[in-house]
């Protein structure tokens, strides 16, 4: 291991003999192979996750089979919407854009609090650019083709309701204390997951348009973290003060035994995200195997309930599964954040 000598600028005893001051021996900071990492996952899913925005608009929009499945699950949430929309419209009704722009403030007062001015800049990028991106996607770059196969209607995928949820909850994990992280995650996929069945129960949405908009928010989350672990790494157990120039001495062992507690909470967290998000998929897959292979109109209410359930249970499973990403990666460029 490397190591550095730091002079150590301590008072000096009246009562003895005057030494010099001894130098003291310390690591040098860690190499940047965790920023490496970082950067690396941080791009990856960035890369998958507007590759999935990309099939997920493929398959539901613009081709015949999906357009009918993904309008099933649409016209499936008409039963039980009165009772169910008294519990969706509170929700829907709190994302706005003055709502986001509170959040994301109160996002950046809590990086800045931390003294992270860069982790800032890095929310504000992912929550303006996730809603920029959803309103450009659904009304520039896709269309919805006529192909027969459900009446006619415009684009609408990505949601902006769901993209909006989504991003405010991703820049919370940024931002909160990585004790807290996990919990973080936990909440922002309840919420999201919330929004997005409520866009359904409301008849905003299709299920199609939901996944998108949570992937559109996982795919800036992972540039955040790619540029959060090309940042500057904080230095070794033992490095000097760059405000008073003295030299902060901690407990190697102590500090090993926090990152085990976190690294372990970060576990459960994601285990906790990852097992919903499993036990989502199973109905997710059932409803969209039976609207697939189902011949001819998705009209009966057995056929559209199934088609309900499954792109409701879908949107669960997407946004779990978003969020044990987001913690996972964020988790690698923890060592600069």
């Known amino acids: 291991m490397p190591f550095r000598t730091v002079a150590y600028r301590g008072p000096v ?12 021996v310390v690591p040098a900071p ?9 950067v690396a996952l941080g791009i990856t899913t960035a890369v998958l996750a507007t590759l999935g925005v990309w099939l997920t608009w493929r398959v539901f929009v613009a081709s015949a089979a999906g357009q009918r499945v993904d309008q099933a699950a649409f016209e499936g949430a008409e039963y039980g919407r009165n009772r169910l929309w008294q519990v969706a419209e509170p929700v829907l009704e709190v994302v706005s854009i003055p709502y986001v722009a509170v959040v994301l403030v109160a996002a950046v007062i809590i990086a800045v609090v931390r ?25 520039v770059v896709f269309d919805r083709p006529d192909l027969d196969a459900t009446p006619v209607f415009a684009n609408a995928l990505p949601s902006g309701h769901t993209t909006a949820a989504a991003s405010v909850s991703a820049a919370l994990v940024f931002v909160v204390p990585p004790r807290a992280r996990p919990w973080a995650a936990v909440l922002g996929a309840v919420y999201t997951s919330a929004t997005g069945i409520s866009t359904l129960v409301g008849g905003w949405h299709r299920p199609g348009d939901v996944v998108a908009g949570v992937l559109v928010v996982l795919a800036w989350s992972g540039l955040a973290c790619a540029l959060a672990s090309a940042s500057r790494p904080r230095g070794g157990p033992d490095t000097p003060s760059t405000a008073t120039g003295q030299l902060v001495l901690t407990d190697p062992a102590r500090t090993s035994r926090s990152g085990r507690r976190r690294a372990s909470m970060v576990g459960v967290g994601g285990g906790l995200l990852l097992l919903a998000a499993a036990a989502a998929a199973v109905p997710a897959a059932y409803g969209m195997y039976a609207s697939w292979t189902t011949a001819g109109d998705l009209d009966s ?37």
């Not at 001015?117 to 303006?128: E, I, N, T």
């Open 115 to 139: 003294r992270r001015g860069g982790l800032a800049l890095q929310v504000a990028l992912l929550v303006a650019g996730a809603n920029i991106t959803t309103q450009v996607l659904k009304n």
């Open 301 to 337: 209410r057995a056929e559209l309930l199934v088609a309900y359930a499954g792109g409701a249970s879908g949107v669960v499973a997407m946004s779990c599964l978003t969020f044990a990403v987001l913690l996972a990666v964020r988790q690698a460029a923890g060592r600069v954040g």
């Open 30 to 38: 860690a190499p940047k192979r965790v920023s490496r990492l970082g």
């Open 13 to 24: 005893s009246t009562t003895g003999p005057v030494t010099a001051p001894l130098p003291v």
